[in-house]
């Protein structure tokens, strides 16, 4: 079984190579993107807001670094009346995406559309590796190798199939299925306690599964309330189902915690199981759960903080108390604030109901060997 599950693996590596980066999201064929450097800021002013925020305006020469632009001095004029709410001030060195546009005259405009991050971001990455790799040594290489591959999954499996015009919540399940056997078979080996998580996992993500079909259709919620929709509309080779695409965020977003949950809890049966084998399985079962249910108070709290992390721009206009926000049952019955709460809530149940599935299974049915004496109680169960 071992061998079959290296091939699975492996295979994972296979997938169709088709990516977000299709065809239909380049650039116009007159527009051209290429990183450039800051080597002068030839002018620069301060405006004032009605709110009394200060943006800062700039006029730049920008030095083109790969491609046919390098080594070509091109500027970006920034200076006029318009107000754009991100923009950023730049310092010279500071490397930069620039976007080549003709006029309607065809003369070439130069517009800095973002910072060039991936240095940082790769830097990130490497720290990542070291302290997972310290903390957790080979277990760490071993998570580090399904997080990897997870990645893959959903850029190479679901993503393009999504575009294509796929059913979200068939592949994302799909997806989330090998994304489950990578992140359990890969970490804890080809054992029965995975094979107990797994099944655990299963059957909670098909509750919560159920769950978010249920009140995603009861709340009417479409699917088109965020805003990153918008550039999605038209784009790839067929029409994308937006509230199966929410659902597959849910399953997806939901499938990291219940694994979470679920190794810890069956971790603490086996440990239970090992320490005292006269133990009735019943006993081991309460033991445990006495863990599992403070591992669900924080887990819970680490979902709701997450999302209410990435939604905070969102709760500082609830907060403000301004049209069309001003009462607690236009903030609560807004399709943006619903989703979310349908998402934290959903997950919240699938997290408290994963710990006594796994419990109870590790409990019943998970098998160790025991090489002290064992009561006649014990053995009955």
Known sequence: MKKILVIFLLCLLWLPTSTVFAA???????????????????AEQEITRQDGSIAVQQNIRLLGLEGEWTGREVEYIGISGLDVISNNVYREGDKVIVLSSPDTDGNEIYYITDYVRQGYLIWLLVILFLVIFAVAFGKGIKALISLFLTFVVIIWFIIPRILAGGNPVLYTVIGSLIILAIIIYLTEGWNQKSHLAV??????????????????????????????????????????????????????????????????????VEELKKANPNLTKMQIYTSAMKVGVSHIGSMTNTLFLAYAGASMPLLLIFSV???????????????????????????????ALVVPIATALAAFYLKIEVKGPITESAKKQ
Do not use: C, H, W
């Open 24 to 42: 239909d999201a380049e650039a116009a064929p007159d527009q051209e993107f290429f990183t450039a450097k800051v080597i002068k800021i030839l």
């Open 321 to 351: 108390r301004q049209e069309p926000f001003l009462r607690f049952s236009q903030i609560v019955n807004n399709e943006m604030i619903a989703t979310e709460i349908v998402r934290a809530f959903v997950g919240s149940i699938g997290l």
């Open 199 to 268: 099944t655990s996992i299963v059957i909670s993500l098909f509750i919560t599964g159920t769950l978010a079909v249920l009140f995603t259709s009861l709340a009417r919620l479409t699917g088109s309330a965020e805003e990153e929709v918008m550039y999605l509309i038209g784009v790839g080779k067929g029409i994308i189902d937006f509230k199966g695409l929410l659902l597959a965020g849910i399953i997806i977003g939901t499938l990291g915690a219940l694994d979470d949950g679920v190794i810890s809890q069956v971790s603490a």
